[in-house]
């Protein structure tokens, strides 16, 4: 491929992670010719397959939540419309095979800053200017809050992982702390508490790895404290909103163990993963049927089983419970083996090779154990933003370390 084709497609890499957090038809654009040059790729360039096998850990497990969602759907007689959202997987399977393309990874971390850099400044302008209780991003509402926090703590550690490890220039370095720095206090308007509590062992995780292949303990440490203080004054210019929240977590679970009728937040929660647990319970091997959380709620409800405060949610808050609860055992076992194996390929790889390829496993790692960790409180795959960009990622970033990592023997064709 000429060198023009692979910077133009190294741009639509770049600009992927925005076009997921924006709505309108435009975002479409990047999607499809990132596809269309996939299957071209996949059909023509033998180098393209090698790399798919050798990451087929990470697409493997990526087509058997495919397959389930296909399952369960027939299996429920739920109709096709169920299996719009997971059948984005295959578009995030054939995007993976540019990435195994030699691109131009120094334009898509910086793109991925600089996304995180526009995304936290509209967190700013909602909140500090429109005067939003909750910033929330461009795509989905209110009710998008929780999960464009995470979305965007996601692009900051890959910021945080350019600024430790890149060797670019200063004003690169400038812009990928910015994109740190916008992509923490965005997130940090937002007020979501489950993703800002999964970001700190995170964070901690890679600034420690950081410390240990390089030796610069000091320098860790002097961020670790610099990013304390920051957030400490950025909760200051809050008016103590955030710490207010977190200090409510006590009394709404003392609330719901006393059986008050206002549960709030915490309390719902509570609620939701109970009836979650009993839906599991009742139907083990095939669970509600997908995206029918809610209408069981409402039985719920309606039978006096659970309290009336939840019948407006579709999902528990729980990624866990909900694969349980919409598809049993089987479900639960998929979205383990999401997180699980691609997790050890990734860590696998970050042990060894050349550095540049370590950072990327040790991007794969951040993302995956940001995902696990939040889907302890909140659904990280019911809605495309979140699932895309983790697809996205993942898929992504294991093709294009397998392409990075293939051996002259097995370059040539089939």
Request: charged share 15%; with cysteine.
């Amino acid at each position: 491929m000429s060198t023009h084709g692979l910077d133009v497609l190294s741009l639509l890499v770049a600009v992927t992670p925005l076009s997921f957090a924006i709505s309108g038809r435009v975002k479409v654009l990047p999607l499809a010719l990132l596809m269309l040059t996939g299957l071209g790729l996949l059909a023509c360039r033998a180098e393209t397959r090698h790399s798919f096998r050798r990451a087929r850990m990470v697409v493997a497990v990526s087509a058997l939540a495919l397959l389930y969602a296909a399952l369960n759907v027939f299996g429920h007689r739920l109709g096709w419309a169920a299996f719009d959202r997971p059948s984005h997987i295959l578009l995030y399977m054939m995007i993976a095979a540019v990435f195994s393309l030699p691109l131009r990874m120094r334009m898509i971390w910086l793109g991925f800053s600089l996304t995180a850099v526009l995304l936290g400044s509209v967190c700013i302008v909602q909140h500090l200017v429109l005067g939003a209780p909750r910033a929330y991003g461009l795509n989905g509402g209110d009710w998008a809050a929780i999960e464009f926090a995470m979305f965007l703590l996601v692009l900051a550690l890959m910021s945080l992982l350019q600024l430790l490890y890149s060797q670019c220039g200063r004003l690169e370095k400038v812009v990928h702390g910015g994109g740190l720095v916008f992509g923490m206090y965005g997130a940090l308007l937002t007020q979501s508490r489950g993703p800002l509590l999964a970001f700190v062992p995170v964070f901690l995780l890679v600034l420690m790895n950081y410390a240990r292949d390089t030796g610069h303990w000091r320098r860790s440490l002097l961020l670790i404290a610099a990013v304390v203080c920051g957030g400490v004054l950025a909760g200051i210019s809050l008016h103590g909103e955030v710490l207010a929240r977190f200090a409510r977590v006590g009394t709404e679970v003392v609330r719901y163990d006393q059986s008050s009728d206002e549960l709030g937040s915490v309390g719902e929660r509570l609620e939701m993963w109970h009836i979650a647990g009993h839906a599991a319970l009742d139907h083990p091997l095939t669970g509600v049927g997908l995206d029918r959380f809610g209408p069981y709620v409402r039985e719920q409800v309606a039978q006096g089983h659970a309290s009336p405060e939840i019948a407006k949610y579709d999902h528990p808050h729980n990624e866990y419970l909900e694969w349980a609860a919409t598809g049993g055992v089987p479900g639960l076992l998929v979205l383990l083996s999401l997180f699980g194996f691609p997790l050890a390929y990734f860590i696998r790889h970050a042990r060894r090779g050349d550095q540049a390829m370590r950072v990327v496993a040790t991007a794969g790692v951040a993302v995956i154990v940001m995902y696990a960790l939040c889907a302890l409180t909140d659904n990280v795959f019911y809605r495309a933003m979140p699932q895309s960009l983790y697809f996205f990622l993942v898929l992504g970033l294991a093709v294009l370390i397998a392409s990075r990592n293939l051996s002259p023997r097995e370059a040539p064709g089939d």
